[in-house]
């Protein structure tokens, strides 16, 4: 037990230290609210981010709310995790590479009845982290450029409330609720000739969303998931400021002024998964996610959306539970995920390609408890039509911790 307090302390004392920092650095960050971010819990990452279908009994599974009328009676989970990034970004005539530290959840799990169990997260839900220098872009209708320079930070934060029920053995049903939050800052300079325009702009967004989710047992290898996301509508405001300079006049055109801007909205989200355990302890689990980005009937200044689909695929192997070694304990495994992308810019989608292999390594014999360790490597976006390639290797760490509460001492 002080094993997994001092564990759980240093992981609690990395993301406090990494939560304000900004998540991404992603030059596509800068579109719409930002990078969309997928907190995986658990071994989730290293099977390519599936598990709609797999049961919430030995980790908090945050991919299907139904999940968690699976959990074990008298059990406490608690998961929290981090990654570390490093990324090369390239154009046609550019190459550079930058690295950062994100954090990416903190979980808790308990049950309230035999057949139901309540989690709460806090995670991070997009990040608007960016820097571009110096490019040169057309003005419209004209034969003349101008020069852009830009960098951005902030995101949305998402607190999530969910709660599962079972119906018999077979059936669960859950629904979630996530309160999202935050704001992002954005300054750019455009400069035309001898004239420099600086906006600096702070957007402030807040919204509601709620998801219903759940699982079927078939039988005691075969398991079957649904997810679905109920469109949402995002609140956004801003403040921004906006000076002008020619040559040696300098022009406060507005200060610190408030608008009511557009607000942004949150597509319809369907989700479907399967998991299939082999006698051989082989885990198998494949999902399928459709976003309907293309009935929100919005779009970004320099893109359009379009609806999205996630494929995601994994497998994970551990031998049986009764071998005491301690290398026999440890999970293996591997994922794959594609994301086809929901932006298109300049006729061109912004998909992401990932592979990932991982372990979950035991911190104890008598519980659930282990520290996963988990490698990506996954490309963004390309290089033709003047964009920009993302190439990153990608560490992560989750803590997922299982604490039995409330069992009463069998020898004093």
């Known amino acids: 037990m002080k094993n997994k307090i001092a564990l759980a302390s240093l992981f609690m004392l990395f993301t406090i230290n990494t939560f304000s920092q900004s998540i991404s650095s992603s030059p596509y960050s800068m579109y719409g609210l930002g990078s969309l971010y997928d907190s995986d819990f658990g071994s989730i990452s290293s099977i390519g981010s599936s598990g709609i279908a797999l049961p919430s009994n030995r980790f908090i599974n945050n991919l299907n709310p139904a999940s968690l009328g699976y959990m074990y009676q008298n059990h406490f989970l608690f998961d929290v995790g981090g990654k570390s990034i490093l990324s090369t970004y390239e154009n046609s005539s550019k190459k550079e590479s930058r690295n950062n530290f994100q954090f990416s959840h903190i979980a808790l799990a308990f049950p309230v009845t035999s057949k139901s169990a309540v989690s709460v997260a806090l995670q991070p839900y997009s990040s608007a982290a960016f820097k571009i220098s110096n490019l040169l872009l057309p003005i419209e209708n004209s034969a003349d450029t101008y020069v852009l320079n830009a ?21 669960a049903l859950g629904i979630s609720t996530n309160f999202l939050f935050g704001n992002t800052i954005d300054n750019r300079d455009y400069t035309v000739s001898n004239s420099i325009t600086t906006i600096n702009k702070k957007s402030y967004y807040n919204g509601v969303r709620v998801s219903f989710g759940s699982q079927v047992q078939i039988d005691s290898t075969l398991s079957l998931g649904v997810n679905f996301k109920s469109p949402s509508q995002i609140k956004a405001s801003k403040v921004q400021s906006v000076i002008s300079y020619n040559n040696s006049i300098t022009t406060t055109i507005e200060t610190d002024a408030n608008y009511d801007v557009d607000d942004y909205y949150l597509p319809l989200e369907i989700g479907v998964g399967l998991s299939k355990v082999f006698k051989n302890n082989l885990n198998f689990t494949i999902d399928y996610k459709k976003s309907l980005w293309n009935g929100t009937n919005q779009s970004d200044i320099y893109g359009n959306y379009l609806n999205q689909d996630k494929f995601a695929m994994g497998f994970s192997y551990s031998k049986t539970k009764s071998i005491r070694s301690y290398f026999d304990r440890i999970q293996y495994a591997t994922g794959f995920n594609y994301d086809s992308g929901f932006l298109e810019i300049d006729n061109k989608r912004i998909n992401n390609l990932s592979f990932s292999v991982g372990v979950s390594l035991p911190v104890e014999n008598q519980t659930f408890s282990t520290l996963n360790v988990t490698y990506s490597y996954g490309q963004k976006g390309s290089i033709s039509n003047g964009l920009i390639k993302e190439n990153y290797h990608k560490i992560s760490l989750n803590l997922s911790l299982d604490g039995i509460w409330f069992v009463k001492r069998k020898f004093e």
């Open 151 to 171: 960098s951005g930070s902030g995101g949305l934060n998402d607190f999530d409330l969910s709660y599962g029920y079972r119906i018999g053995k077979k059936i």
